[in-house]
Protein backbone atom coordinates (compact mmCIF):
# COMPACT_ATOMS: atom_id res chain seq x y z
CA UNK A 1 0.00 0.00 0.00
CA UNK A 2 2.62 2.55 1.10
CA UNK A 3 4.66 1.45 -2.07
CA UNK A 4 1.65 2.16 -4.44
CA UNK A 5 0.91 5.57 -2.59
CA UNK A 6 4.51 6.59 -3.31
CA UNK A 7 4.53 5.42 -6.74
CA UNK A 8 0.92 7.47 -7.08
CA UNK A 9 2.98 10.64 -5.90
CA UNK A 10 5.42 10.77 -8.10
CA UNK A 11 3.41 10.24 -10.76
CA UNK A 12 1.39 13.05 -9.82
CA UNK A 13 4.88 15.17 -9.27
CA UNK A 14 5.78 14.15 -12.54
CA UNK A 15 2.61 14.75 -14.05
CA UNK A 16 2.67 18.56 -12.52
CA UNK A 17 5.77 18.82 -13.63
CA UNK A 18 5.40 18.12 -17.34
CA UNK A 19 1.26 18.53 -17.96
CA UNK A 20 1.38 22.83 -16.13
CA UNK A 21 4.51 24.07 -18.09
CA UNK A 22 5.18 26.64 -15.58
CA UNK A 23 8.98 26.56 -16.34
CA UNK A 24 8.21 27.11 -19.83
CA UNK A 25 6.07 30.27 -19.85
CA UNK A 26 7.13 33.34 -22.28
CA UNK A 27 9.11 35.50 -20.19
CA UNK A 28 9.03 39.32 -21.23
CA UNK A 29 12.01 41.61 -19.94
CA UNK A 30 13.45 45.21 -20.63
CA UNK A 31 16.58 46.36 -20.84
CA UNK A 32 17.66 48.70 -19.13
CA UNK A 33 15.03 46.82 -16.03
CA UNK A 34 14.44 50.52 -14.63
CA UNK A 35 10.61 51.35 -13.74
CA UNK A 36 10.41 54.81 -14.86
CA UNK A 37 12.66 56.64 -17.89
CA UNK A 38 12.72 59.84 -19.41
CA UNK A 39 11.36 61.22 -22.39
CA UNK A 40 14.24 60.70 -25.13
CA UNK A 41 15.28 57.53 -23.65
CA UNK A 42 15.11 53.96 -25.60
CA UNK A 43 14.27 50.44 -23.84
CA UNK A 44 14.73 47.48 -25.59
CA UNK A 45 11.48 44.89 -25.20
CA UNK A 46 12.68 40.74 -24.97
CA UNK A 47 9.96 37.97 -25.55
CA UNK A 48 11.33 34.77 -24.97
CA UNK A 49 9.83 31.27 -25.62
CA UNK A 50 11.89 29.14 -23.66
CA UNK A 51 11.58 26.31 -26.14
CA UNK A 52 12.83 25.31 -29.00
CA UNK A 53 14.58 28.13 -31.53
CA UNK A 54 13.99 31.82 -31.53
CA UNK A 55 13.11 31.26 -35.23
CA UNK A 56 9.88 28.66 -34.26
CA UNK A 57 8.13 31.61 -32.97
CA UNK A 58 6.41 34.67 -34.11
CA UNK A 59 6.01 37.66 -31.31
CA UNK A 60 3.79 40.20 -30.68
CA UNK A 61 3.67 42.56 -28.09
CA UNK A 62 0.24 44.33 -26.35
CA UNK A 63 0.13 47.74 -24.55
CA UNK A 64 -2.61 47.82 -21.99
CA UNK A 65 -4.33 45.15 -23.12
CA UNK A 66 -4.61 46.23 -26.95
CA UNK A 67 -2.16 45.64 -29.62
CA UNK A 68 1.01 47.82 -30.00
CA UNK A 69 3.27 45.65 -32.18
CA UNK A 70 2.12 42.92 -34.44
CA UNK A 71 3.11 39.85 -35.05
CA UNK A 72 6.89 39.72 -36.47
CA UNK A 73 9.89 37.37 -36.46
CA UNK A 74 11.65 39.95 -34.06
CA UNK A 75 11.90 38.80 -30.16
CA UNK A 76 13.51 42.09 -29.43
CA UNK A 77 12.33 45.84 -30.31
CA UNK A 78 14.42 48.55 -29.30
CA UNK A 79 11.66 51.71 -28.53
CA UNK A 80 12.68 55.74 -28.38
CA UNK A 81 10.41 56.82 -25.90
CA UNK A 82 9.55 60.23 -27.27
CA UNK A 83 5.86 61.06 -25.19
CA UNK A 84 4.34 59.94 -21.81
CA UNK A 85 1.98 57.75 -23.93
CA UNK A 86 4.37 55.36 -23.67
CA UNK A 87 4.25 54.72 -20.02
CA UNK A 88 1.79 51.71 -19.46
CA UNK A 89 1.85 47.40 -18.76
CA UNK A 90 3.41 45.80 -21.58
CA UNK A 91 2.80 42.10 -22.60
CA UNK A 92 3.87 39.92 -25.40
CA UNK A 93 2.48 36.35 -26.77
CA UNK A 94 4.40 33.93 -28.77
CA UNK A 95 3.16 31.89 -32.25
CA UNK A 96 4.73 28.69 -33.20
CA UNK A 97 4.89 28.84 -36.66
CA UNK A 98 4.76 24.70 -37.42
CA UNK A 99 1.25 24.73 -35.20
CA UNK A 100 -1.43 27.26 -33.19
CA UNK A 101 0.84 27.32 -29.89
CA UNK A 102 0.24 30.42 -29.03
CA UNK A 103 2.57 31.28 -25.15
CA UNK A 104 1.58 34.91 -23.28
CA UNK A 105 3.88 36.22 -20.98
CA UNK A 106 4.31 37.97 -17.41
CA UNK A 107 3.15 41.65 -17.60
CA UNK A 108 5.77 44.65 -17.39
CA UNK A 109 4.77 48.13 -16.16
CA UNK A 110 6.63 51.73 -17.06
CA UNK A 111 6.54 55.16 -16.82
CA UNK A 112 7.60 57.81 -18.59
CA UNK A 113 8.65 60.72 -17.31
CA UNK A 114 8.03 64.26 -18.80
CA UNK A 115 10.43 66.47 -17.17
CA UNK A 116 14.21 66.31 -18.17
CA UNK A 117 15.94 65.66 -14.52
CA UNK A 118 18.37 68.22 -12.73
CA UNK A 119 21.17 67.03 -11.21
CA UNK A 120 21.83 68.30 -7.65
CA UNK A 121 25.34 68.95 -5.92
CA UNK A 122 26.02 69.14 -2.22
CA UNK A 123 29.22 69.65 -0.11
CA UNK A 124 30.35 68.56 3.57
CA UNK A 125 31.78 71.81 3.27
CA UNK A 126 32.20 74.49 1.02
CA UNK A 127 35.61 75.44 3.02
CA UNK A 128 38.88 73.04 2.09
CA UNK A 129 41.29 73.28 4.98
CA UNK A 130 45.22 73.82 3.61
CA UNK A 131 46.06 70.22 3.06
CA UNK A 132 42.42 68.99 3.60
CA UNK A 133 39.63 67.88 1.12
CA UNK A 134 35.97 67.98 0.79
CA UNK A 135 33.61 65.40 -0.40
CA UNK A 136 30.75 65.92 -3.29
CA UNK A 137 27.72 64.36 -3.58
CA UNK A 138 25.93 64.46 -7.02
CA UNK A 139 22.18 62.88 -7.27
CA UNK A 140 19.86 62.42 -9.84
CA UNK A 141 15.85 61.61 -9.26
CA UNK A 142 15.29 58.12 -10.22
CA UNK A 143 17.94 57.32 -9.24
CA UNK A 144 18.27 53.38 -10.98
CA UNK A 145 21.73 53.39 -13.70
CA UNK A 146 22.88 56.86 -13.38
CA UNK A 147 27.09 57.82 -13.77
CA UNK A 148 28.15 60.64 -13.45
CA UNK A 149 30.09 64.01 -15.17
CA UNK A 150 32.13 66.20 -12.67
CA UNK A 151 33.02 69.73 -14.25
CA UNK A 152 35.33 72.23 -12.40
CA UNK A 153 36.51 75.94 -13.32
CA UNK A 154 37.57 78.95 -11.73
CA UNK A 155 37.24 82.95 -12.04
CA UNK A 156 40.11 82.43 -14.96
CA UNK A 157 39.86 79.26 -16.32
CA UNK A 158 36.82 77.26 -18.50
CA UNK A 159 34.85 74.70 -17.50
CA UNK A 160 36.63 71.11 -18.18
CA UNK A 161 35.65 67.88 -17.27
CA UNK A 162 37.36 65.89 -14.21
CA UNK A 163 38.88 62.99 -16.09
CA UNK A 164 37.52 59.35 -15.37
CA UNK A 165 35.06 60.41 -12.39
CA UNK A 166 31.92 58.79 -12.94
CA UNK A 167 30.89 58.11 -9.06
CA UNK A 168 28.37 59.85 -6.84
CA UNK A 169 30.78 61.33 -4.82
CA UNK A 170 34.37 62.81 -5.31
CA UNK A 171 36.82 64.17 -3.02
CA UNK A 172 38.52 67.07 -3.91
CA UNK A 173 41.09 69.07 -2.68
CA UNK A 174 41.39 72.10 -5.17
CA UNK A 175 39.05 75.02 -4.93
CA UNK A 176 37.15 76.16 -7.30
CA UNK A 177 33.09 76.45 -9.12
CA UNK A 178 32.04 73.02 -9.37
CA UNK A 179 29.20 70.87 -11.02
CA UNK A 180 27.86 67.63 -11.91
CA UNK A 181 25.46 65.98 -14.33
CA UNK A 182 24.02 61.87 -14.11
CA UNK A 183 24.57 59.96 -17.37
CA UNK A 184 22.73 56.45 -18.14
CA UNK A 185 21.36 54.75 -21.15
CA UNK A 186 22.86 53.75 -24.61
CA UNK A 187 22.38 55.58 -26.83
CA UNK A 188 23.37 58.35 -23.53
CA UNK A 189 21.15 60.67 -21.66
CA UNK A 190 22.48 63.52 -19.79
CA UNK A 191 20.26 65.25 -16.99
CA UNK A 192 20.30 68.66 -16.51
CA UNK A 193 23.99 70.35 -15.31
CA UNK A 194 23.45 70.94 -11.29
CA UNK A 195 23.75 74.06 -10.10
CA UNK A 196 27.30 75.31 -9.19
CA UNK A 197 29.23 75.17 -5.56
CA UNK A 198 31.59 77.35 -5.31
CA UNK A 199 34.67 75.28 -2.92
CA UNK A 200 37.24 77.50 -1.44
CA UNK A 201 40.82 76.78 0.34
CA UNK A 202 41.19 78.90 3.77
CA UNK A 203 44.70 80.70 3.98
CA UNK A 204 47.35 79.89 6.29
CA UNK A 205 49.97 82.65 7.11
CA UNK A 206 52.92 82.58 9.45
CA UNK A 207 53.38 84.86 12.45
CA UNK A 208 55.85 87.80 11.55
CA UNK A 209 58.34 88.93 13.93
Same mark, same amino acid.
Given at each position: ?7 ? +? ?10 ? $???? %?????? /??? *? ?21 ? *? ?8 ? /? ?5 ? #?? /? ?10 ? $? ?41 ? $? ?12 ? $? *???? *? ?17 ? %? ?7 ? #? ?10 ? #? ?6 ? +???? +? ?7
Amino acid at each position: MGHSLLCM +TGLLLLCTLLCT $GHAQ %DAVLTI /EPN *WSSFFIGEFVTFKCDMNEGKDTD *WEYKTNKDGG /EFIPYNT #YK /EYKLSLTSTDYS $GKYQCSGHRKSSHDTKISNTVSITVLADKPRATLTAGTTIIPV $GGSVTLNCSVQSSD $G *WKYE *WFRRTQTTSEGKIRDQQNR %DIRVSEGGI #YSCRGTRGNPVY #YTDISDDV +TIEI +TCEFSNLV
